[in-house]
């Protein structure tokens, strides 16, 4: 069946450092990919997306990769902020439109 | 711009109670999905709605109910409360179709059980 992985948290990082987090996925056919955002307190935000392998998703300075043949999609920035603390989640949903399955979240915590 | 709206925010009941936790979206949306979310578990979907009039199981369906009122609601039941129900619950919807797997949240009703 269809699953992501991501690295486990909690990762812990000073301001301006270089943020990577990784996902891997299994999954039957071409899925698209998703990265998902949560801020405390709140629900889940879209933050990137890509539908094709080596399409390439951005926004807010993040950015991930489609990788087909290592079958990964992983989440970096270049300078992260303390804004930038939040959960981060992986997910896919198979090109039949079936539901979108999440990994497990990753816990970002950025200090000044 | 409400999106997706959920209540109650905070809800605290013992075993054995009842309770429906409401959702509505404003954005037109076809399916209507509800996770929930626990330590380490990540979000695991419970029921959906592909479309009104339609239900479906998710992963972890046992414990639950819903109905789909119409397009802009789907509630989530509760018919008789149990401790490993504590969790944080989440609404959800999304277009469907190009859109699926874009789905906008709401922000989320903390459900204890004792």
């Known amino acids: 069946g269809n699953s992501v992985t991501q690295m486990e948290g909690p990762v812990t990082l000073s301001e301006e450092a270089f943020l990577t987090i990784n996902c891997t996925y299994t999954?039957?056919?071409?899925?698209?990919l998703f990265w998902y955002v949560q801020y405390p307190g709140e629900g889940l935000q879209l933050l990137l997306k890509?539908?094709?392998?080596?399409d390439k998703g951005s926004n807010k300075g993040f950015e991930a990769t489609y990788r087909k043949e290592t079958t990964s999609f992983h989440l970096e920035k270049g300078s992260v902020q303390v804004s930038d603390s939040a959960v981060y989640f992986c997910?896919?949903?198979?090109?039949?439109?079936?539901?979108?399955?999440f990994g497990q979240g990753t816990e970002l915590s950025v200090k000044p | 711009n409400a999106g997706v709206t959920q209540t109650p925010k905070f809800q605290v009941l013992k075993t054995g109670q009842s309770m429906t936790l409401q959702c509505a979206q404003d954005?037109?949306?076809?399916?209507m999905y509800w996770y929930r979310q626990d330590p380490g578990m990540g979000l695991r979907l419970i029921y959906y709605?592909?479309?009104?009039?339609?239900?479906d199981k998710g992963e972890v369906p046992n414990g639950y109910n819903v109905s789909r009122l119409n397009k802009r609601e789907f509630s989530l039941r509760l018919e008789s409360a149990a401790p490993s129900q504590t969790s944080v619950y989440f609404c959800?919807?999304?277009?469907?179709?190009?859109?699926?797997?874009?789905?906008?949240f709401g922000e989320g009703s903390r459900l204890t059980v004792l």
């Open positions: 997910a896919l949903v198979n090109n039949q439109g079936g539901k979108l399955i």
């Open positions: 954005m037109n949306h076809n399916s």
């Open positions: 959800a919807s999304s277009g469907g179709g190009r859109y699926a797997g874009e789905l906008f």
């Open positions: 709605s592909a479309s009104e009039g339609t239900t």
């Open positions: 890509a539908t094709k392998a080596d």
């Open positions: 999954a039957t056919g071409y899925p698209s």
